[in-house]
């Protein structure tokens, strides 16, 4: 190998090496790790004592947030706090007893229904099962 040849070899190693440090975060942004669902069939949610009624609350569901509501009678009821329109989190509104969306003033009932702004689907709503103080929720089916 002559110098010629040498100075070639290293320009290019050094300019994929260049292209792959800058190329790499960006893959990893784009493409993000599989999580294991399976996993995350059902979840502790909380504590009965923690809620009081018509109050709710966020908890991790796998990899994304739900939302678990103590409806003013006293029913505990599960949602995914993805907002269905561009995945912003989603609270839970007291004084209109209704699920809200802060980013476009998306509305869902307490059966997941759209009932205002443009989230073009429900969200999913979760089996909830209340065993002695502690809350448990997991997806239906
Ligand atoms: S992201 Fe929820 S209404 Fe737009």
């Known amino acids: 190998m002559n110098r010629r040849q040498f100075g070639n070899l290293f320009l290019g190693g050094s300019f994929l090496a260049t292209a792959a440090a800058f190329l790499f975060p960006i893959v990893r942004y784009v493409l993000p790790p599989k999580q294991a669902e399976a996993s995350q069939k059902r979840v502790a949610a909380g504590k009965v004592k923690d809620f009081s009624p018509n109050s709710g ?14 409806t003013a009678e006293g029913q505990f009821l599960a949602f995914s706090a993805v907002c269905t329109h561009l995945t912003c989190t989603v609270t839970y509104d007291a004084a209109s007893g209704t699920l809200y969306c802060p980013c476009h003033n998306g509305r869902f ?20 099962e209340v065993a002695g103080e502690d809350i448990f929720v997991s997806r239906k089916g």
């Open 57 to 70: 609350k966020i908890f991790k569901f796998g990899s994304t947030p739900a939302m678990l509501v103590n």
């Open 109 to 128: 009932d307490m059966s997941g229904r759209v009932v205002a702004g443009p989230p073009p689907a429900p969200l999913e709503v979760y089996a909830v």
